[in-house]
């Protein structure tokens, strides 16, 4: 019995061998590849209402804008936006093209969004009060958050084709009074976005590019003519929908120069949340990275066109129609979620703003409890330690295991690196080197400092956990309904990073030779 034990022994000790794999990462240190925006992470909030329902679900509940209880935005404010000092959060979505600004004498009725056979996504238009606009930026005003608002682009349009295609020029009065009466208020918006979702072939809805842009150019005008008294404008996005090159093109060519500040796309490669595959997709890497090509595109197309504007993905919930009820809100989603930040970034993306922090099954918070999902720790980790400066990093190794590195937040701390493996049976030992580096124990050398790691894992190992790991430990909120402290182990910085199977790695490496961080 003793000699079976001991083979058992040694045959497990050599399975584990197996699965068991050194990975060396290479640093680009002298020059950054990319630069993001200082509120690189992004969440939405939407208008959405109660009766939103998806594959038999209704998982929005009171998460809208215009049904939103100020006191339930108050303990947003406790927990969900205050963590990171200055959160952008991009108010607006599918129905933003319905919702009217109950301000000047455009408007004579306020009605709530109303089930409707013929209105856009079943329901007829809504309105924002000046009483809820005033409770919502009381509660943004509070926590530092950084705003960006979605203008109904469709007012004074008429639907001329059954497939959805509005024409006529924008009428801009309701969008003028809302806008003044903001300033006049004193509330900070930093960007303006006109429409959701309207380009190409449009979802539901759609404008030409040559009629938009000519749109385009009157609220640029406009936001001038309100803001002239300011020593700083706010930033005119657009055209917040689905990349469609030759839509995108023309739109560019035909709005002209300095019109645009950031061309916004919004990405939704998961396909449908209702998809019983979709909790393979968020590990596959060869299916993520199919996205890259868009990535790519976006970026060709301004360099080409509008080579003074910035890219952003406006909008991205991974899977649409509300996210798949059994993956969005869970550990798994954070393989395709930090992938997702990860690679943006390195294509010169300088925003990424998620779907969404409240509301669906992909929220950051949870719509009933406002509990953090898996997502939200990863995102504020994100916001904490990844600078604006990206560096190349590569490696030969396995493709479950995903790499990319930031100048550090704080310049003293010389880069961070994110480690996410999607492996279920591989474990890594990461050994980071710069490229600079000649000689190859000089890490070693200059790794006598203490490496700073935090190692995210789900509970009890089930990927389909809402219950998040930090080294160890579930993030769950303090007494008080507070985030919970997200400390880092600290590690020898000569030894390897070990990223166990299903785990995701930030690591923080003082010391690295990156004169680009400097």
């Known amino acids: 019995m003793g000699l079976r034990i001991l083979l058992l022994s040694i045959l497990v000790t050599r399975f584990s061998l197996v699965f068991a794999e050194d990975v060396t990462v290479t640093v680009q240190g002298v020059t950054s590849i990319a630069t993001t925006d200082d509120n690189f992470v992004c969440a939405t909030l939407d208008w959405w209402p109660e009766g939103k329902c998806d594959y038999g679900q209704c998982p929005w509940g009171k998460a809208g804008i215009l049904n939103l209880f100020i006191t339930l935005c108050r303990e947003i404010n406790f927990y969900g936006i205050t963590a990171f ?3 952008r959060i991009r108010i607006g979505g599918s129905m933003q093209d319905q919702v009217i600004y109950k301000v000047g004498k455009s408007v004579k009725k306020c009605n709530n969004f109303e089930k409707s056979t013929t209105g856009l996504f079943g329901f007829k238009d809504g309105c924002l009060t000046m009483e809820r606009w005033d409770q919502i930026n009381s509660l ?21 084709t059954k497939d959805g295609l509005y024409r006529g020029h924008w009428n801009s009065r309701n969008a003028h009074d809302f806008i003044k009466y903001t300033n006049s208020k004193g509330y900070k918006i930093d960007s303006w976005e006109l429409g959701n979702e309207l380009c190409g072939s449009g979802v539901s809805a759609r404008i030409e590019p040559d009629q938009y842009a000519k749109d385009v150019i009157v609220l640029k005008k406009l936001l001038k003519k309100l803001h002239r008294n300011s020593t700083t404008q706010p930033q005119l996005l ?12 023309t739109f560019l060519q035909k709005s002209g120069p300095n019109v645009v500040d950031g061309i916004t796309h919004h990405i939704y490669n998961l396909g449908a949340g209702v998809d019983p595959d979709l909790i393979f997709k968020v590990q596959d890497p060869l299916f993520l990275d199919q996205v890259t090509q868009t990535y790519k595109d976006v970026q060709t197309t301004l360099n080409k066109f509008s080579p ?33 930040l990860g690679m943006t970034s390195t294509f010169d993306h300088k925003v990424f703003c998620r779907q969404s922090l409240i509301g669906g099954n992909y929220g950051f918070l949870n719509t009933t409890t406002f ?28 493709p479950y295991l995903r790499a990319y590195s930031h100048c550090s937040k704080t310049k003293s701390a010389g880069i961070t690196v994110l480690l996410i493996n999607m492996s ?26 203490q490496r700073e790691e935090y190692h995210l894992t789900p509970k009890d190992g089930n990927i389909q956990s809402d219950v998040l790991l930090l080294n160890g430990s579930p993030l769950v909120l303090t007494k008080t309904s507070d985030i919970p402290p997200l400390n880092p182990i600290h590690v020898d910085g000569s030894s390897p990073i070990k990223v166990a199977p299903d785990s995701i790695v930030f690591a923080t490496i003082r010391g690295f030779e990156a004169p680009a961080c400097a």
């Open 140 to 160: 943004l005003g509070q926590t530092g958050a950084v705003v960006t608002f979605g203008l109904n682009a469709l007012f004074g349009k008429k639907k001329v």
């Open 424 to 449: 279920n049976s591989t474990s890594f030992d990461v050994f980071v080197e710069s490229d600079l580096n000649l000689y190859p124990n000089q890490l070693e050398v200059e790794g006598g400092n």
């Open 371 to 398: 509990v953090p999902n898996p997502d939200y720790y990863g995102a504020l980790l994100w916001h904490r330690l990844m600078g604006k400066r990206v560096l190349s990093t590569t490696h030969h190794g396995s």
């Open 308 to 340: 003074w504007a910035s890219a952003w993905v406006g909008e991205s919930g991974g899977a649409y129609n509300s996210g798949g009820k059994d993956v969005s809100h869970t550990f798994a989603n954070s393989f395709w979620y930090l992938d997702q």
């Open 85 to 87: 000092r200055s959160l």
């Open 238 to 249: 657009a055209p917040g929908g689905f990349f469609d090159e030759k839509w995108f093109s």
